[in-house]
């Protein structure tokens, strides 16, 4: 029987899902990461070029080893033996068949919200690779894209710093401080409202929490 959370989720993605779809994204919901993960893995036909920016979520569905272990061509900058060829190999992915990516906040009415430091993630949402791939746990869906807006700045980037050791007010008050530091990773912040050309970004919505 299902949780009243379960329940929860998956009422709330039926509405944002016919949200996404009114933006003309494509959108679809799995009840947990098993389900999602061999959904995503028969969504990408093989021999497909994969870039992805970094994603705690799919690592949490065991994504990028999935991958690895297909028939992809995969653009995993965490295999860069250099820094000038992680940042050659990050260029390299406006021209991916597939971009992976996750959220750091959706409101309910079908808007997208993703922070950055470099851009390196923001920038292929926006434009190069023909297909987007989002995966976001439910817990990431907010009510107003005010509410979504809100949860990117003051919950999702705070906790995204506590990896680093303290260089901005976030790493160490948990809170933010509004930085302009050089190692603030608020540099970009993008609302994704609508899709253009339709149906290039693609949802998996799961109903687990994760992610931050
Ligand atoms: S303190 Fe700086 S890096 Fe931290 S969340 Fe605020 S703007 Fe972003």
């Known amino acids: 029987m299902a949780t009243p959370k379960e329940l929860y989720y998956e009422k709330r ?6 949200n996404l779809e009114n933006r003309h994204f494509e959108a679809c919901y799995c009840a947990n990461k098993e389900e999602a993960l061999r959904r995503i ?26 991958l690895h272990a297909g028939n992809y061509n995969c653009m995993d900058r965490d295999r860069c033996e250099t820094p000038e060829a992680r940042e050659k190999l990050q260029r390299e ?16 009415d079908g808007q997208m919200v993703n922070i950055d430091g470099t851009g ?23 009510d107003s894209l005010e509410d979504a807006l809100s949860r990117a700045r003051t919950i999702a980037a705070p906790m995204n710093k506590q990896r680093f050791p303290n260089q901005t007010p976030c790493e160490v008050t948990g809170t ?16 994704t409202r609508h899709c253009r050309p339709a149906g290039r970004i693609k949802f998996i919505l799961i ?3 994760l992610g931050m």
Do not use: H
């Open 120 to 142: 390196n993630r923001v920038a292929p949402i926006v434009y190069g690779p023909r297909n987007v791939l989002v995966v976001a746990g439910m817990n990431k869906v907010s």
């Open 13 to 18: 993605a039926g509405i944002l899902i016919r």
């Open 176 to 191: 933010c401080g509004d930085c302009k530091t050089e190692g603030c990773i608020c540099n970009q912040i993008l609302v």
């Open 41 to 66: 893995l028969e969504m990408i036909p093989d021999g497909s070029s994969i870039g992805w920016g970094g994603t705690l979520t799919c690592q949490q569905l065991g994504l990028m080893e999935a």
């Open 207 to 209: 109903g687990e929490d």
């Open 93 to 108: 992915m406006f021209f991916a068949d597939w971009f992976i990516t996750g959220a750091n906040a959706l409101s309910l």
